[in-house]
Structures are given as C-alpha cells and as structure tokens.
C-alpha cells in the first residue's frame, strides 16, 4: 500500500481539517477527554471508510477488508478497539504537547508498539516519479490501515510543525489540528464549525448585555 494519497472519495463522512494524517484520525471522535464522548469508529466498517476517505487504501482493498472483517467479526472488534486506543493515546499526546506538557508513558507505548508493527512491512518503491516508501499490505491483517497512522504521529513530533499544533477553542470540541496560517492566529477546527457557534454566542451574549 503505497503512501501517496490517492484522490478524494466522494462523499465525505468525517471532517479531514487537521492537516496531518494522525490528527485528521483522532479527528474521528469528538468531545474527547469529556464525559460525553462522540464516537464516529462504531464499526470496523467505519474503519474502514474512513482509510478510504483519507486515500490511504483504494476500493479493492477497502473491499477485501470488509470482507475478510466479515468472516472474522471478533479479530474486526479487536482490531476496533485497538484503533481507538491508538487513537485516544495520539490524542492525549498532542494535548499535552500543545500545552507544552510531557506526554504519558502508557501513551508513548501504545504509539511504539504499533508503529514497530508496521515498520516491518515498510518498503523503498521506485515509481516512475523516484523513490517513495510503502506499505506492503497484510492480505490477512485487519490492522494494517493503523501502521500509517502511528508512523504520521511518530512523525510529526519529530518535525518544526508540532508547534503549530493545536485544539480547537470550541468548548469541549476536542479537535486538533495543524495551524498552518501565516501568523498563528487559527482557533478552531473550522469557521463553519465551531467558529460560527462561539461568534454567534458572543453576539448574543453582547446585544443581551446592550438590551
């Protein structure tokens, strides 16, 4: 499985605003860290389109994994409960990093123990446009979708962009994302999001106050 994104697969069923890979994944979960979590991953089918949503699988293997899910529902279940935990360990990583705090150990090692599952299966590819890494695929793995996900969070906080990662101020909202505009000044996960919901609360909070 080559790394190269492929293009967008209409529609879209979960929001790819955060700039990297691993956040778009923690993405997948809103209120994180709150007593009232909203989860999307409710499936391994879920899993699964969201992998083809962020190009990193095509329809054939998309279909192959369902299938293969399909005639091992209990290795798909663990497979699920097992994207959520990487999932909620990059998350509480990131948080503590945007708040210049040091991440948990536990969570450290959920990341490494996955990423060292995949880096086996990492390969040079020559391509007619040079050289890229892939992934080679496990025709018999249901966890191989995760590998690039761990290697995006392991990445990037090797790299100058962890500083510009941050959560949106929307309340309890929880995403992160990568704020890439030129001066810093990003805040919430989307204008039409989170962004409107504070404006139109200030608004309302001012005329009441005027009134």
């Not at 899993?47 to 399909?70: D, H, N, Y």
């Not at 509480?92 to 090692?109: G, K, M, T, V, Y």
Request: glycine share 6%.
């Amino acid at each position: 499985m080559s790394v190269t994104r492929r293009p967008a697969v209409p529609p879209s069923r979960f929001g790819h605003i955060a700039g990297r890979l691993c956040l778009d994944f923690t993405n997948t979960a809103s209120r994180l860290g709150t007593d009232e979590p909203i989860e999307r991953l409710l499936s391994y089918d879920d899993l699964v389109a969201w992998a083809l949503e962020s190009q990193l699988i095509g329809r054939t293997e998309a279909k192959r994994l369902r299938e293969e899910a399909a005639r091992r529902p209990a290795e798909a279940d663990r497979v699920l409960r097992e994207a959520r935990r990487l999932r909620g360990a990059i998350w509480r990583i990131f948080r503590a990093l945007s708040r210049r705090e040091r991440a948990e150990p536990a969570d450290l090692e959920t990341l490494n123990r996955i990423l060292a599952d995949g880096m086996a299966s990492r390969r040079l590819h020559e391509s007619e446009r040079g050289f890229c890494w892939i992934w080679e695929e496990q025709p018999d793995g249901l966890d191989w979708p995760l590998w690039p996900v761990a290697y995006s969070a392991a990445e990037l906080t090797t790299t100058d962009e962890l500083e510009r990662v941050k959560m949106c101020e929307g309340g309890a909202c929880g995403w992160l994302f990568v704020d890439a505009s030129r001066n810093r000044s990003r805040r919430w996960c989307s204008m039409e999001d989170c962004g409107n919901v504070i404006k139109a609360r200030r608004h309302y909070a001012r005329r009441k106050q005027s009134g």
